[in-house]
């Protein structure tokens, strides 16, 4: 390990802009460190990843880390990355999402430290009694126009065509207030955020400075994107979210099994706790051997089990296996429907398994996966045909309802890789 957190973040990467004396601060002191997370759904993404990791990080060096739901900011929206104005929640809706969001921060978090456990506070707490009054004397009067639409999250929406209205304009202010109440109540000297926040987070360090005639720090890292561009953990499918009911847990690791070689290795320095010489090993591997995919499969392991846990872990390593012939038996129908959903698929009447079932030889060519019964049947003596990824031993055997997985599919394959999805209904 390195010798402080900023060299650590250094080597992995995830230095894109810092105030000036951060490096030696987290060097000298145990500071308290805090990062926003807003609220709009009741779920984190892939998106976000980087900002947990980073905390998780400053805590692991001995620092407080604060995640603060952003209850209150929720409500107005920020404009940092957005062209156009989202929709606004209600206070019900905001507050549901916290409460989700809490339980999620616990797989990356250490609530229960001795010496700096980490803590969730909702800025709702301090927002939602503050008088406009109070808001235009106290925080308002420090900051000019012209210092706020310098910004850069201000200055692109003013180039665009919607412009931006007053209720987002005011949301540096916001968060700038959410520092210097974190300032006074919990010591808090760090904000961290991604590059998109370099604004919001130097408008409370400048607050802070004259407000309390004190030193406060950020920190930004740099927002992630995939080789061609594009935003991670945005997909042709949607958004890759951390809930399990949103994105389950197969295609989690999916997601991460399928990065490309150009992004994987600095994913595994972003998002995971393996050691620099760990990294440098499956560097060394993709670099010799691309096609085994040591580094991905090593990313989709550390990321699923991190977020999921070690049983969700297990059970998309088997449905992952399913496709090269693995065991079917566990798995769920909504597994089995996830894994072949790119498959071939038709669909079948409950009534033909029922009883003695349906020949497994009228089945292939009600499917086509035979061209007839006659190859079907030569299909099945050549030991080509499998159902479940179990070998078809007899030309005679037959498919009942009880082969099905829960009464609802059944999983024909010919060959090593030619597969086809019955759906019974």
Known sequence: ????????????????????????????????????????????????????????????????????????????????????????????????????????????????????PAQVVNNASWLMPLSMMDFLRDVGKHFTVNYMVAKDSVKSRLSGEEGISYTEFSYMLLQAYDFLHLFEHHGCKVQAGGSDQWGNITAGVELIRRVRGERAYGLVYPLVTTDDGAKLGKTAQGTIWLSAERTSPYQFYQFWLNQDD?????????????????????????????ERRDAQRTLAQEMTRMVHGKMALFKAEQAAEVLFGGEIAGLTAAEIQEIFADAPSSRQPKSAFEGEGMPVVDLLAETGLARSKGQARRLVEGGGVYVNNQRVGDVEQSVALDDAIEGRFVVLRRGKKTYHLVRIE
Request: glycine share 8%; aromatic share 10%.
């Open 1 to 116: 390990m390195t010798q402080n957190v900023f060299e650590e973040f250094k080597w992995r990467g995830l230095i894109y802009d810092h105030t000036e004396g951060l490096p030696d601060l987290l060097a000298e002191e145990k500071v308290t460190v805090y990062i926003g997370f807003d609220p709009t759904s009741d779920s984190l993404q892939v998106g976000n990843l980087l900002a947990l990791m980073g905390l998780a990080r400053m805590q692991r060096f001995g620092h407080t880390p604060i995640a603060v739901a952003g209850g209150g900011t929720g409500m107005i929206g920020d404009p940092s990355g957005k062209s156009q104005e989202r929709q606004l929640l209600s206070y019900e809706a905001v507050e549901a999402n916290v409460e989700s969001i809490k339980e999620q921060l616990a797989h990356f978090l250490d609530f229960e430290a001795r010496d700096n």
């Open 262 to 290: 150009a992004d994987v290795i600095n994913y595994l320095k972003y998002f995971t706790w393996l050691t620099r010489d760990e990294i440098e090993g499956l560097a060394q591997k993709l670099a010799a051997h691309p």
